[in-house]
């Protein structure tokens, strides 16, 4: 049975204007919104009210734009729901040892290159960073953009609307361009003010690739939601678990 499901073809699929909604609402999220947002009411909040604005605003939109597609993909979810948790904890178990294995090749190289002991460039990932200082601005916000707002927004964009529409042409470019263009999203503001930055590429790259995996073999853009949403909330408990030691 799990044979005959894997082999099922990919059939999760936005219509045109669903797909050209999800497309047009990237640099709007990720440069217009926040842009306006801060300069309207920069002076009245705090970094995490003005970040939970902007994710909620996407939100709120994407639901608007998207509820059929979302609806459509709930029947597969349904449908092959034990496949799909089962595919969702592979694919988290296999970005542990992804990022493993990253990490340790990135620190063996800083070591190489400083006197340092080779973890503070992969301790050090600015996003990672910014996440933290924002829980200390509002800890319930956070949580709430991370687990559920970002996943449900950042998926519709980049795995049903980049990779879904670069799947219907070709698969291999489809992964490329999804993980590629996620990667660029969590670093490109960072890496404007430090070249260094841009090294922190990679350490998105296994993760992308796998909600982009989920979201195939599931057939379900629910998949992936569900698998972003684990690995957020789990991140975010660890990034704080460390802060505290600190």
């Not at 005959?4 to 217009?32: D, N, Q, W």
């Not at 973890?119 to 996003?127: I, Q, Y």
Request: proline share 4%; net charge neutral; aromatic share 14%.
């Amino acid at each position: 049975m799990r044979e005959k499901r894997e082999r099922l073809p990919f059939t999760s699929r936005m219509s045109r204007g669903e797909t050209v909604a999800a497309l047009v609402y990237l640099p709007i999220h990720i440069v217009l919104l926040p842009t306006l947002i801060t300069a309207l009411m920069g002076d009245r909040f705090n970094g995490a009210e003005l970040n939970f604005v902007c994710y909620a605003l996407g939100v709120l939109y994407m639901l608007a734009c998207q509820w059929r597609f979302l609806r459509r993909d709930f029947d597969p979810l349904c449908d092959n729901f034990p496949f799909i948790a089962l595919e969702v904890v592979i694919c988290y178990g296999l970005m542990l040892a992804f990022n493993m294995v990253l990490n340790g090749l990135l620190a063996a190289a800083e070591s190489l290159l400083t006197s340092g002991d080779g973890m503070g460039f992969v301790m050090n990932n600015p996003n990672n960073s910014a996440v933290v200082s924002l829980t200390d601005e509002g800890e319930g916000m956070v949580k709430a953009l991370a687990v559920f707002l970002a996943p449900i927004l950042e998926e519709l964009m980049f795995r049903a609307g980049v990779f879904g529409l670069v799947r219907r042409y070709n698969r291999t470019l489809a992964y490329l361009a999804s993980m590629l263009l996620f990667a660029l999203y969590h670093v490109w503001g960072y890496a404007l003010g430090d070249p260094i930055v841009w090294l922190y590429l990679l350490q998105y790259l296994p993760v992308s690739y796998l909600l982009c995996r989920c979201y195939e073999r599931s057939n379900s853009i629910w998949g992936s939601i569900f698998l972003h949403m684990l690995i957020n909330f789990i991140s975010l408990r660890a990034l704080t678990f460390l802060q505290e030691l600190m």
